[in-house]
């Protein structure tokens, strides 16, 4: 069987399925951002995340320190996920020989800073080599007090859907870098076929077009983990009763929810957050700007659930938007359209294998 038939999450349950835990000190394990570790009076969060060179990422547009910011803030984001405090960071590297010391340099240059802004220690790793590029693995190491700890499945009837900043834009940003790499390419091949003619030498003069596109980049590009927005709802006085971050598109990742909590959602499209520039840019590709809000992905905003009566509390939050509300599992996943038609929410995000 092609592990393409199952997809990434089929094949993770089609390995771990009936596989039991069987220490006291394993709380929960797969399923959710975190596995859950019982170490003393904190419970202890682990999250591990594997970035693959043509998979994951394209060193055509990302430069490494942009990279090690990037890989550092994926996994911080699952710590945050799980309403945990993210403490150390366990780097593994495999690289080809076409990398340099200094090209590490940039690498953990920027990793440290990621790790700087939330006080992550990097406690070590491993580097070895590869004979097909640069791939990344990432453990992330949290703790959180029991009573504090936020699962997929606690979402109830009522409850409320909400998600913090916007969505689309890092799908956006992607979009624009590729569309800016096969200019590139197509100039390389005209000069390559020019010089093929005049034996001249290849020369190039590229440069992208990302005027006033610089937000969606960033998104792309340098992603931040929304732990100020878990400051914020605690300030409020506000537990969500589930959580989950946004790498895979708002779809799928409600999705999660509604099967871990048994439960279904309505979700409504004139409440999903779009920032203009992806708007904007949606248009200018001829995409459906929902369709890339829903299923874009890599926005590493914090969706989650809320009790009914927290309503007034999240309205006063900034950077955070009510977007639907979860109901009885027999009613669904829907989508509710700007002209109240329903739609079954399907995930179409991005798929690992």
């Known amino acids: 069987m092609e592990i393409a038939k199952l997809g990434e999450f089929g094949l993770i349950n089609h390995l771990t399925d009936g596989h039991e835990l069987r220490n006291k000190s394993s709380i929960y394990g797969v399923g959710d951002d975190c596995a859950v570790l019982d170490h003393g009076t904190r419970r202890t969060l682990v999250s591990t995340d594997m970035l693959m060179e043509g998979v ?3 060193l055509t547009y990302i430069g490494l320190e942009h990279l090690g910011y990037k890989s550092a803030m994926v996994n911080i984001s699952d710590i945050f996920a799980m309403n945990g405090k993210p403490e150390q960071m366990v780097v593994s590297i495999a690289l080809s020989k076409r990398f340099t010391v200094e090209d590490m340099e940039d690498f953990y240059r920027g990793l440290r800073r990621a790790c700087d802004k939330w006080n992550v220690d990097i406690v070590g790793g491993d580097t070895t080599s590869s004979l097909t590029g640069l791939a990344i693995s990432i453990t992330c190491i949290g703790s959180a007090e029991e009573s504090e700890i936020v699962y997929r499945n606690g979402a109830k009837e009522t409850d409320l859907i909400c998600v913090s ?4 834009a890092a799908y956006m940003g992607l979009q624009i870098l590729e569309r800016e790499k096969a200019v590139y390419y197509q100039q390389v091949r005209e000069a390559q076929e020019k010089a093929k003619n005049t034996k001249e030498k290849i020369t190039v003069n590229f440069q992208p077009d990302f005027s006033g596109k610089e937000y969606l980049l960033e998104r792309q590009l340098k992603p931040e983990a ?11 006085g506000i537990r969500p009763t589930a959580m989950i ?8 990742e409600i999705l999660h929810i509604c099967k871990q909590s048994n439960c279904g959602c309505r979700i409504y499209e004139k409440n999903l957050p779009i920032d203009y520039q992806t708007a904007v840019t949606a248009e200018e590709f001829s995409m ?3 369709t890339c ?3 874009g992905g890599e926005d590493y ?8 009566g927290d309503l007034h509390k999240i ?3 900034d950077n955070v938007k009510m977007i639907g509300y979860i109901t009885k599992p027999e009613l669904g996943t829907q989508l509710i359209s700007r002209d109240d038609q329903e739609f079954e929410l399907k995930a179409q995000g991005w798929q690992h294998v």
């Open 245 to 252: 971050d946004i790498s895979d598109g708002l779809s799928s």
């Open 288 to 290: 459906n700007v929902t």
């Open 226 to 236: 929304r732990g100020d927005i878990l400051e914020k709802l605690a300030s409020f």
């Open 315 to 317: 309205e006063q939050i």
């Open 293 to 295: 809000a829903l299923n």
């Open 56 to 58: 994951h990422f394209d």
């Open 165 to 168: 900043g916007d969505l689309g």
């Open 301 to 308: 905003e914090l969706l989650f659930t809320v009790p009914i």
